[in-house]
């Protein structure tokens, strides 16, 4: 993202009160590079959300741009973004269809951007993702429902790799999990990034997860990005 800034309107609507302009955040300026892992975190309500949102192409920024490659990101198709840009999210309880099995999970991302592979190859890739992410392939019948936090959110993780993507956006990946499993989480997310040269984007309101995965940390604060030292970090 570049001199990215991003606005809302309140108000304005049923009273017929006049719209006011709220600012979220103001000059935002970062780059994420292959292989790189950069933290972005902030108290709730700081702005990450919508920063991501922005990321994503879900909401528009009121000024600025976001380059992928050096190409506008109002200029990239949506399955090429999406075939280039994953993101897991918070809750593996909400992020995974309940009706359907692990299966067909995998299976729909290969589909719609690999139409043209054989069944076997889209069996043999399912038992990779599942072995990369430390799932056993027995899981491929159950539903998400039959699985614990832990493994649904390896689940996510490995439909966000189905694709092979170049980045990864983790938006509080490890919040909703218990404290022995964010720890399992971090360093498989550390790991994959290390083998497969994964740019990613770990936004999260927790210094202490961020500084266990990222090479740099940038706080938000007030709309505004900065900095932070190895000793701010860990605080």
């Known amino acids: 993202m570049r001199r990215g800034f991003a606005e809302f309107s309140a108000g304005g609507t049923f009273f017929r009160r006049k719209a006011t302009a709220v600012h979220v955040f103001s000059e935002l300026s970062f780059v994420v ?5 950069i933290g972005l975190v902030g108290e709730s309500g700081c702005g990450k959300t919508t920063c991501l949102r922005c990321l994503c192409g879900l909401q528009k920024l009121s000024a600025g741009e976001i380059l992928l490659d050096g190409q506008p990101l109002c200029r990239i198709s ?3 973004f999406c075939r280039r840009v994953q993101i897991i999210f918070q809750c593996p309880y909400d992020a995974l269809n309940p009706l359907q099995t692990v299966e067909s999970i995998l299976t729909e991302p290969l589909q ?3 139409p043209k592979m054989k069944r076997t190859q889209r069996q043999d890739r399912m038992v990779e993702l599942l072995s990369a992410v430390q799932l056993n392939e027995n899981l491929l019948q159950r539903k998400p429902g039959a699985l614990s936090g832990g ?3 390896r689940l996510a993780i490995a439909r966000s790799l189905a694709v092979k993507p170049d980045f990864l956006l983790c938006d509080e990946v490890v919040s909703a999990l218990d404290a022995a499993i964010q720890g399992e ?3 498989l997310i550390g790991t994959l990034r290390r083998k497969t040269g994964l740019g990613v984007l770990f936004v999260s309101h927790n ?3 961020a500084a266990i995965l990222c090479d740099k940390i940038y706080n938000f604060s007030n709309g505004r990005m900065s900095l932070l030292s190895a000793k701010d970090a860990t605080y």
């Open 78 to 80: 949506r399955r090429q």
């Open 207 to 209: 210094r202490a997860a």
């Open 33 to 37: 590079r292959r292989g790189e892992c």
């Open 112 to 114: 719609l951007h690999f």
């Open 151 to 153: 493994q649904r959110q």
């Open 185 to 187: 989480i971090l360093e």
